[in-house]
């Protein structure tokens, strides 16, 4: 937990350009508002994956860097869009791209940000255990050594934060 | 990602005719036309070839997953084909290839399109879901068989 009596001076977003996560990143941004924390919002293109289908030999290289530039752009485009609507509502949010295996990275920067919670959208509907391995969402909560909150209930979210 | 939501029937075909690699990739694109609101089936087809150009997607155990990405769609687009005969499609192991998994993805968005392609590699590993594939008489089948391998049945 970072310094001082404030539970919630450092809050870390994780989006993955899922409507879900728009709805956690609404969440967060009222959150951080509310409580005064920093926000800091994280996007990670998924090389492992990438690498998984260049080693199946479904990507040649230079497409496999084509996509890897493809999801980098992605990812910027997603920050921004927070950046946006946070600013929408007056609050600053900070940005991170990262790139690896996604709830390592994750994982990584709730350990260097030193964040007291780390906030993500609905879980990706899991349709079998074979699935639940495989599913980034599932994997970060594992893995991070923080409070995690799930964020779900988009409508009444959304309300909540149209009326900030 | 539900890899079913991607797919219908009409993206489907269970016999399909071509007997070369280019024949069965305008198949597969044809199938798109109508049930994807595809704009323009030639700069698809010349993407899927020119990709095919750079390296085989003919993959082992009978599989190809064509794929490009292209202007032409504005939603990830997949067509499935079953060749009973089976197609020299230029396959890692050498032997034809008779399930094909066209995919393509709008330019703007590459996420879902490199998910859906890393779900089906990961289906495609399970012997019984190629069987009941090649197996089908109706496309409702080939869904069927997707939707149990997602949920873990097969």
Same mark, same amino acid.
């Given at each position: 937990?970072s310094?001082?009596?404030?539970?919630?001076?450092?809050i870390?977003?994780?989006?993955?350009?899922?409507?879900?996560?728009?709805?956690?990143?609404?969440?967060?941004?009222?959150?951080?508002?509310?409580?005064?924390?920093e926000?800091?919002?994280?996007?990670?293109?998924?090389?492992?994956l990438?690498?998984?289908?260049?080693k199946?030999?479904?990507?040649?290289?230079?497409e496999k860097?084509?996509?890897?530039?493809?999801?980098?752009e992605?990812?910027?485009?997603?920050?921004?869009?927070?950046?946006?609507?946070?600013?929408?509502?007056?609050?600053?949010?900070?940005?991170?791209?990262?790139k690896?295996?996604?709830?390592?990275?994750?994982?990584?920067?709730?350990?260097?940000?030193?964040?007291d919670?780390?906030?993500?959208?609905?879980?990706?509907e899991?349709?079998?255990?074979?699935?639940?391995?495989?599913?980034?969402g599932?994997?970060?909560?594992?893995?991070?050594?923080?409070?995690?909150?799930?964020?779900?209930g988009?409508?009444?979210?959304?309300?909540k934060?149209?009326?900030? | 990602?539900k890899?079913t939501?991607?797919?219908?029937?009409?993206?489907?075909?269970?016999?399909l005719?071509?007997?070369?690699k280019? #024949?069965?990739?305008?198949?597969?694109?044809?199938?798109?036309? #109508?049930?994807?609101?595809?704009?323009?089936?030639?700069?698809?087809?010349?993407?899927?070839?020119?990709r095919?150009?750079?390296g085989?997607?003919?993959?082992?155990?009978g599989?190809?997953?064509?794929?490009?990405k292209?202007?032409?769609?504005?939603?990830?687009?997949?067509?499935?084909?079953?060749s009973?005969?089976g197609?020299?499609?230029e396959?890692?192991?050498?032997?034809?290839s008779?399930?094909?998994?066209?995919?393509?993805?709008?330019?703007?968005?590459?996420?879902p399109?490199?998910?859906?392609?890393?779900?089906?590699?990961?289906?495609?590993k399970?012997?019984?879901?190629?069987?009941?594939?090649?197996?089908?008489?109706?496309?409702?089948?080939?869904?069927?068989?997707?939707?149990?391998?997602?949920?873990?049945?097969?």
């Open positions: 937990m310094n001082g009596a404030h539970p919630l001076r450092k870390l977003l994780y989006i993955d350009g899922s409507e879900s996560a728009i709805t956690a990143a609404q969440f967060a941004i009222a959150i951080a508002k509310s409580y005064e924390s926000l800091r919002a994280i996007y990670v293109v998924n090389e492992d990438l690498d998984e289908l260049l199946v030999k479904i990507f040649v290289q230079m860097m084509d996509y890897e530039r493809d999801l980098e992605d990812g910027k485009r997603y920050l921004n869009y927070i950046v946006k609507i946070a600013d929408r509502k007056g609050f600053k949010v900070e940005t991170i791209l990262r690896g295996v996604v709830h390592e990275e994750v994982s990584r920067e709730v350990d260097e940000y030193g964040c919670l780390l906030i993500q959208g609905e879980l990706g899991v349709l079998s255990l074979r699935d639940s391995f495989y599913e980034e599932e994997r970060i909560l594992r893995k991070v050594k923080c409070p995690v909150m799930i964020v779900r988009s409508d009444k979210i959304e309300k934060y149209n009326e900030m | 990602m890899f939501e991607h797919i219908d029937p009409g993206n489907i075909k269970l016999g005719e071509g007997q070369r280019d #024949e069965v990739i305008e198949e597969l694109v044809e199938l798109l036309v #109508e049930s994807c609101n595809v704009s323009d089936a030639d700069t698809i087809l010349d993407a899927v070839l020119s095919e150009r750079e085989s997607t003919g993959l082992e155990k599989v190809a997953i064509p794929h490009a292209s202007d032409a769609v504005n939603k990830l687009c997949i067509a499935i084909g079953i009973k005969d197609v020299d499609f396959a890692l192991d050498g032997k034809s008779h399930l094909f998994f066209l995919m393509i993805a709008p330019t703007n968005e590459s996420g399109h490199v998910q859906a392609i890393a779900k089906i590699v990961k289906m495609i399970i012997d019984r879901f190629r069987s009941k594939l090649l197996k089908a008489n109706q496309p409702q089948e080939v869904i069927d068989a997707i939707e149990s391998a997602e949920i873990g049945e097969i």
